[in-house]
């Protein structure tokens, strides 16, 4: 991708960031994400290029903008398009750290079209034979699979989960191998970037699909392995999943299944954490900090731009 184009993209995470900072620790989830949304489809809509959200929102009918399969931009090159304007609308609700603006960008067709619903996920941020790990395995196993790769025992590892009520027997039974747990409140697309700097090292359970494909970009850019299975509750899941081409409702996901060519993964950081420093305000604008993954060139690079608002 042009450096020229790169730059439009960042802008596009960039003043999403911004737009959720102003509610920053003012416990107004809901309408911090409107205004992450509408603040990267403004900037969308502007660029001369054609994309097609392919992970957003939600369905038509459940998001008026950056629903999955809306058409973006006023031509030139086409991308698929994965967003999520704000990731960790609870995180920032609270003024905690790590809240993100975070999307992935790939040629048509090359990234997964998932609905908005849940995926078992696990991913690990070195690279392992392919589809040695699995969601059949027991946690045990994949555990010492993993332990094995890295020539170190269980009781080495740490593994992130999201701290919900779902996840008490996989909390359990990572505990059983040694292994310590790492609870976080929200943010699974940082935890799984977090893999690949070994400030943990490996992410267990379930989260949104959306945030699968995401961080699966991520991951392409720096090498790991991600693993995931759709969870399809009802009848009208799985129709919605057969309208997006899905037959196989057990199928597991692996890396270049969910990212199925180059992609480029941008976060701009909203609040400070430990992947970015949030959005600072200056006397004549904002200055905001993002993280650019190119999976074709390994590229792999920080920003900070000052934006004049």
Do not use: W
């Not at 995180?91 to 908005?116: F, N, T, W, Y």
């Not at 589809?131 to 994949?142: D, E, G, H, M, R």
């Not at 990572?174 to 400030?199: F, R």
């Not at 959005?279 to 074709?296: C, H, Q, R, Y």
Request: negative net charge.
């Amino acid at each position: 991708m042009h450096s020229s184009a790169l730059k439009k993209f960042i802008n596009v995470t960039e003043y999403a960031a911004i737009a959720a900072y102003e509610l920053k620790g003012q416990n107004q989830e809901i309408a911090a994400d409107l205004l992450a949304v509408s603040a990267m489809r403004s900037k969308f809509i502007s660029r001369y290029l054609e994309g097609e959200i392919v992970i957003g929102e939600g369905e038509r009918d459940q998001a008026p903008m950056l629903y999955i399969g809306e058409k973006l931009g006023k031509g030139g090159a086409k991308y698929d398009i994965a967003v999520d304007p704000l990731e960790g609308t609870t995180i920032l609700a609270q003024g905690k750290a790590g809240a993100l603006s975070v999307m992935a960008i790939a040629e048509r067709e090359g990234l997964l079209h998932a609905p908005d619903i849940n995926m078992a996920k696990i991913a690990n941020g070195f690279d392992i034979d392919d589809k040695v790990i699995s969601l059949n395995n027991t946690i045990a196993n994949n555990i010492e699979i993993i332990a094995n790769a890295k020539a170190c025992a269980p009781s080495d590892l740490s593994v992130t989960v999201l701290d919900r009520a779902r996840h008490e027997k996989l909390i359990s039974d990572i505990k059983q191998t040694g292994a310590k747990v790492k609870l976080i409140q929200d943010g699974d697309i940082a935890a799984v970037i977090a893999t690949t700097t070994g400030e943990t090292d490996i992410y267990m359970g379930i989260g949104g699909a959306p945030e699968g494909v995401l961080a699966a970009a991520a991951l392409k850019a720096c090498g790991g392995f991600f693993c995931g299975r759709l969870l399809f509750e009802d009848n009208a899941q799985k129709q919605r999943g057969r309208h997006m081409g899905i037959t196989d409702f057990d199928r597991e996901y692996f890396l270049t299944d969910l990212v199925k060519k180059d992609a480029i993964f941008i976060a701009s950081g909203v609040t400070d954490g430990p992947l970015l420093q949030g959005v600072s305000k200056n006397p004549d604008g904002f200055t905001v900090e993002s993280l650019i993954m190119d999976s074709a060139t390994k590229n792999i690079e920080k920003t900070q731009n000052k934006l004049v608002i």
